[in-house]
Each structure stands twice: as C-alpha cells, then as structure tokens.
C-alpha cells in the first residue's frame, strides 16, 4: 500500500502563492506518477498536474500551465505543487494521488489519494 499526506494549503490573497506538498509513505517504490487534482465545491474533480516518480518529467492541464509548477524530491519522498498568481477560482481542495501505471489525467487511473487541502484565494 502507499500513504500520501497532502499539506500546504490555507488562505491566501489574490496575487499571492502557496506550495502544498505530498509525503508519500509505503510502498513509495510502486510508484510511476504522482499528480494534483482539485475540487472546488459543486464541480467535478479536474486534473492539475503529474509528475513521473523516477525521471521528474511533469504534465500539465493546459489551463494550468505557467501558474503552477510541479516537482518531487525522491530523497524526501515528497511532491510539491508551486501555484503563483492565484486568484478565486483557484479555491479548491486539492488532492494529490499517486499512480502505479502511466502519467494520466483522468482520476480513474490513480490508485492511491491523500486526504485533501483546502486552497482559499481572497480576493
């Protein structure tokens, strides 16, 4: 089994950033690709980013790219999602999910998931 354990979120101004984190625990070994999704209330959960585990090779939903950064410390066991420029329709949870098979975008193909962080932007 793998445990990840999402963290970083918290409120912050419109203009502003934040970096959440996800410790991977277990069976950290299994895994190909660790991703971002967020779900803000009422909508469906939407991909943000993946990463692979081994190479750092990142993927990113195209709405998203050049406001969020993905990353991964093997060492630490930890990925890291750098999100600048936020505005409210960031306000999220976020969740990270690790996946056994190929980088993907859809939540199906994700086997293990944190618990969430909730992302407020203020405006």
């Known amino acids: 089994q793998v445990q990840l354990v999402d963290s970083g979120g918290g409120v912050v101004q419109a203009g502003g950033s934040l970096r959440l984190s996800c410790g991977v625990s277990?069976?950290?070994?299994?895994?190909?690709?660790v991703g971002w999704f967020r779900q803000a209330l009422g909508k469906e959960r939407e991909f943000v980013a993946a990463?692979?585990?081994?190479?750092?090779?990142?993927h990113y939903a195209d709405s998203k790219k050049g406001r969020v950064t993905i990353s991964r410390d093997n060492a630490k066991s930890t990925a890291y999602l750098q999100m600048d420029n936020l505005n409210a329709f960031d306000t999220a949870v976020y969740y990270c999910?690790?996946?056994?098979?190929?980088?993907?975008?859809?939540?199906?193909?994700?086997?293990?998931w944190g618990q969430g962080t909730q992302v407020t932007v203020s405006s």
């Open positions: 999910a690790a996946s056994r098979g190929p980088v993907a975008a859809t939540i199906a193909d994700y086997n293990f």
């Open positions: 277990g069976r950290a070994f299994s895994i190909y690709a």
């Open positions: 990463i692979t585990w081994a190479g750092g090779t990142p």
